[in-house]
């Protein structure tokens, strides 16, 4: 897993892939959003909820942590080997908004994420034990590799996707 060697380069991180990831839909037909091709296994939009899902579920673990509520990860109702129904529930959530409007609320989702980061001291950002939601698993992993794994690694990964999805569009236009 990539490290980091300060909180702002984690911040410069997010924000350089996420606007990566998020440009590559400006040339994405909002006829399209829904266009599921074989070989990609999501849609663009199910691609923006899955990130606006899960930079929403850390936020959540952590306010409700703030308000003395138990944390239930990864959501209520759902348990880690069951990834794929809370996927479907960010389609869900997500599935009435226009492709113009998903690209606003990932844009305005990162930058709320960014400034509840700065938020943090670089010892609960990056040391064990910052946060007990981000402790709760035997891994004990600190703060930063929780939204890294929900930020900078699905916007590098789906970002493969989407490009891959737009080629197969393009040739699919020709055929």
């Known amino acids: 897993m990539q490290e980091y060697n300060s909180k702002s380069d984690f911040i410069n ?12 839909f400006d040339v994405v ?13 999501r849609t663009p939009q199910e691609m923006i909820a899955y990130q606006l ?3 929403g579920l850390v936020r959540s673990w952590d306010k409700n ?3 003395g509520n138990d944390v239930v990860m990864p959501e209520s109702g759902y348990k880690w080997n069951q990834l794929g129904g809370l996927y479907q529930s960010f389609y ?3 599935e009435d908004y226009s492709l113009e409007e998903l690209k606003k609320m990932f ?13 943090f001291s670089d010892e609960e950002l990056f040391e064990p034990g910052g946060r007990k939601w981000a402790a709760s698993t035997s891994s004990n992993w600190p703060i930063w590799k929780w939204v890294h794994i929900n ?10 996707k989407i490009r891959k ?3 197969l569009h393009e040739t699919n236009k020709l055929i």
């Open 13 to 24: 991180e997010i924000n350089k892939t996420a606007n990566l990831f998020i440009h590559e």
């Open 29 to 41: 037909d909002e006829l399209n959003k829904d266009t599921r091709y074989g070989e990609v296994d």
């Open 53 to 55: 899902g899960w930079m």
């Open 65 to 67: 942590e703030l308000l």
């Open 92 to 94: 869900a959530k997500y």
């Open 107 to 119: 844009v305005d989702t990162v930058d709320s994420l960014v400034q509840w980061l700065n938020d």
């Open 151 to 160: 930020t900078v690694a699905p916007f590098k990964t789906f970002r493969t």
């Open 165 to 167: 999805w737009k080629k």
